[in-house]
């Protein structure tokens, strides 16, 4: 976060679901020690249509992993992100699951 946070100037705004992760001690007093430069906005509970990286997985397994079958965590976990690093280089798909969630 703090790498990010000095490559973008201002706010920041962060949409987070439910995850108990994101409510940890560790994570409120890190976005504490940031003075006020993130901004936290939660999903409401049971609102996966609301998530646009629900709609990145969704994607991803009906598309990208379709039939894939690994015999190692490992391999799947490689092909996963060689598949995550292509779509970074398809903005209007992004955009798209953006526009799905209903957030753009």
């Excluded at 703090?2 to 940890?24: E, N």
């Excluded at 292509?86 to 798909?93: A, C, K, N, S």
Aim: contains cysteine.
């Amino acid at each position: 976060m703090r790498h990010l946070l000095r490559h973008l100037p201002g706010r920041l705004l962060i949409v987070w679901d439910g995850a108990s992760i994101h409510r940890s001690r560790a994570v409120r007093d890190f976005i504490r020690s940031l003075d006020q430069r993130v901004h936290l906005e939660y999903l409401p509970a049971y609102a996966p249509e609301l998530n646009p990286a629900e709609y990145i997985w969704g994607h991803l397994k009906q598309h990208e992993l379709a039939n894939f079958c690994a015999k190692h965590s490992w391999k799947l976990s490689l092909t996963a992100t060689r598949a995550l690093r292509r779509m970074q280089r398809r903005p209007p798909l992004i955009a798209a699951f953006w526009k799905q969630a209903e957030l753009w």
